[in-house]
C-alpha cells in the first residue's frame, strides 16, 4: 500500500504543475480570471486525488493562488478561511475531545453494547454495535468510533489481539461471522455522520455551498433528511452482512473474553459519573439542544424563530457551548475540563480543508466558471432531468470518492452541480444533497476511510470481501439515497 501511494504521489508531482500550465495557456473560451482559475481547480483535482502533498495544504494554497492569479483580492479569498460554519467545527471538534478525555463516548458506547437485551446474543450484539457506531459518529468521528467499538468485537470472538491474514480461514464460519461483524461496524461508523451537521465535513460543505445560491438550511434541515438515511443505510448494511456474513454463535468461553476486552478498550468509565464527564455531557446536551430548537421554531412558524435563529447560529451555539469546557473545572479543581493543551490538537488541517474549498468553490461562482462548467457538461451528456442528474452526481461521487478524500470530493463536485442546475434552471438541492450524502459511502478501499483502514488493519477483514461486498453496497446505497432524496424532499416542499 505504502508503495502505490509512492507511485501516485509521484505521478501528482508532474501532473498538477503539468496541467495547471496546459490549461492556463490553452485557447478556451474562457475569460481569464475563468481559465486561470480552471486551471487551479485543475491541479486541485490532481494534488487532492494523488495526495502530492498532503490535503490540507493544498487546501491552504488555494487562496493565495487565486489572490497571486490575479482572480480575485485578498479579502475575498481568505474570507472563506473564517466562515461562519467553521466555528461549528471548532465547538463540535472541542466537545469531541473533552468526550474522549473523560470517557463520555467509552461510556455511552458500552452502556448500549453491555445492555441486558443484548445477552450475547449474536444478531443482537452486531445490531447494537451497528447502532452504537453510528450514533457516536453523529458527533465524533467515524474513525474514533470504530476504535472503540473493534477491541469490544474482537473480544466478544474471544479475540485478544490481531492474527495474521494466514490464521483467518476465509471458510470458517466464525472467521467469517467476524469478518463481517468488523466490516458492518465501520460501514455503521462511516454513515453515521451524515446523520448531523456536525456529523462530517461534507455535510456542512453541502449546506455552506447551497447558501451561495440561496438556499438555507439549518442543523433540524439537515437532521430531517440525514437522520433517516443514516438509519436506512444502516439497516441495509444490517441485512446484507446478515445474508453474507451471517453473525453465526458466540464461541464457548467468550463471554468472559468479551467482558474482559470491554474492560480494557480504552479504559471505559466504571461507577457514577466523575465531574468533568458531568460537564462533559451538560455540554453536549446545550450545543444539541441550541443546534436544534431554533430550526424547530422555525418548522411551528413561532414568532421567535428568527429573532432565535439570528441571535443563535449553528456555528455560535458550538463555541458559546464549548466554552464551558474552558470554564468548569476537573476533578481536581485545578484544571479545566478541557485544557487548552488539548484542545490545540484538534484537527487543524480539517479546519482549512474545508476553508480552502468553500473558498475554491465562491470563486467558481464568483467568475462563472461553474456556469461554464455547467454549459460543458449539458453539451456531453445532455442531461436535462433534474433526477437524472441527481442519479449521476450520487453515483459518480459514491465512487470518486474510494480514491479521494469525501471532503475534497464535496469541495469538487457540488460547485460543478450548481452549475448545471444553474444553466438548465433547475433547482440544485436534490443533487446537492445527493453528492453530500454519497461522499460518506465509501466502502470498497481500505484507503477511503479511517474506518476501513482500522478493520482492514486487524488483519481479518480479507481486501478481495471489501472490495466485493463494498462494491455491491455502494451500488444499494446510491439507489437508496436516490429513492429517499425523491420520495422526501417533495414531501418537505423543498422542490416542486
Not at 25 to 40: G, K
Not at 298 to 307: E, G, R, V, W
Not at 310 to 338: C, H, M, N, Q, Y
Amino acid at each position: 500500500m505504502e508503495a502505490a501511494s509512492g507511485t501516485r504521489a509521484r505521478i501528482g508531482a508532474y501532473l498538477a504543475p503539468l496541467v495547471f500550465a496546459l490549461l492556463w495557456l490553452a485557447p478556451l473560451p474562457l475569460s481569464p480570471e475563468q481559465q486561470h482559475l480552471a486551471a487551479i481547480v485543475a491541479a486541485v483535482v490532481v494534488a487532492w486525488t494523488t495526495e502530492v502533498i498532503p490535503i490540507p495544504a493544498t487546501a491552504m494554497l488555494i487562496g493565495p493562488l487565486m489572490v497571486a492569479c490575479g482572480i480575485t483580492d485578498a479579502k475575498s479569498a481568505l474570507h472563506p478561511y473564517a466562515d461562519p460554519l467553521l466555528f461549528l467545527f471548532y465547538g463540535s471538534f472541542f466537545i469531541a475531545a473533552a468526550m474522549g478525555r473523560h470517557g463520555l463516548d467509552r461510556r455511552m458506547a458500552h452502556a448500549i453494547v453491555r445492555h441486558p437485551l443484548i445477552n450475547a446474543v449474536p444478531w443482537r450484539t452486531r445490531a447494537a454495535m451497528m447502532v452504537t457506531g453510528m450514533l457516536l459518529s453523529m458527533w465524533i468521528s467515524n474513525t474514533a468510533s470504530t476504535a472503540i467499538l473493534m477491541p469490544i468485537l474482537l473480544g466478544t470472538f474471544g479475540v485478544t489481539s490481531t492474527a495474521t491474514a494466514a490464521e483467518s480461514d476465509p471458510d470458517d464460519p466464525q472467521a467469517r461471522a467476524l469478518t463481517g461483524g468488523l466490516l458492518a461496524i465501520a460501514y455503521a461508523c462511516s454513515i453515521g455522520g451524515i446523520g448531523t451537521l456536525v456529523g462530517t465535513p461534507p455535510n456542512m460543505i453541502t449546506v455552506r455551498l447551497l447558501k451561495e445560491v440561496g438556499v438555507e438550511l439549518n442543523f433540524l434541515d439537515w437532521s430531517l433528511i440525514g437522520l433517516p438515511a443514516a438509519v436506512a443505510i444502516t439497516a441495509l448494511i444490517y441485512l446484507l452482512f446478515a445474508r453474507l456474513y451471517p453473525p453465526g454463535a458466540i464461541p464457548q468461553g467468550a463471554t468472559q473474553a468479551s467482558s474482559s476486552a470491554m474492560a480494557r478498550a480504552d479504559q471505559p468509565p466504571r461507577g457514577p459519573m466523575g465531574r468533568g464527564e458531568r460537564a462533559t455531557a451538560l455540554t453536549f446536551a446545550l450545543a444539541i439542544a441550541g443546534w436544534l430548537i431554533p430550526g424547530a421554531l422555525k418548522a411551528l412558524d413561532h414568532p421567535l424563530a428568527p429573532a432565535l435563529g439570528k441571535a443563535l447560529p449553528a456555528g455560535g451555539v458550538a463555541i458559546l457551548a464549548a466554552s464551558l469546557l474552558f470554564i468548569l473545572k476537573d476533578e481536581d479543581r485545578r484544571t479545566t475540563v478541557l485544557p487548552w493543551s488539548e484542545a490545540r490538537n484538534i484537527d487543524w488541517g480539517l479546519i482549512m480543508l474545508f476553508g480552502g474549498g468553500i473558498s475554491l468553490g465562491t470563486q467558481m461562482f464568483e467568475t462563472g466558471l461553474a456556469r461554464e462548467l455547467g454549459r460543458g457538461v449539458i453539451a456531453l451528456t445532455g442531461i436535462s432531468d433534474l433526477w437524472a442528474l441527481t442519479a449521476i452526481a450520487i453515483l459518480f461521487t459514491i465512487f470518486f470518492t474510494e480514491v479521494c478524500s469525501n471532503t475534497a470530493t464535496s469541495n469538487m463536485v457540488i460547485p460543478l452541480v450548481i452549475g448545471v442546475t444553474s444553466e438548465l434552471g433547475l433547482s440544485p438541492v436534490a443533487p446537492c444533497l445527493g453528492v453530500g450524502l454519497a461522499a460518506s459511502c465509501a466502502f470498497m478501499m481500505p484507503i477511503a476511510t479511517g474506518p476501513n483502514a482500522i478493520v482492514y488493519g486487524t488483519d481479518r477483514v480479507p481486501l478481495s470481501a471489501m472490495i466485493r461486498v463494498g462494491f455491491i453496497l455502494n451500488l444499494l446505497c446510491g439507489v437508496l439515497i436516490f429513492a429517499m432524496l425523491r420520495i422526501l424532499l417533495p414531501l418537505y416542499g423543498w422542490i416542486d
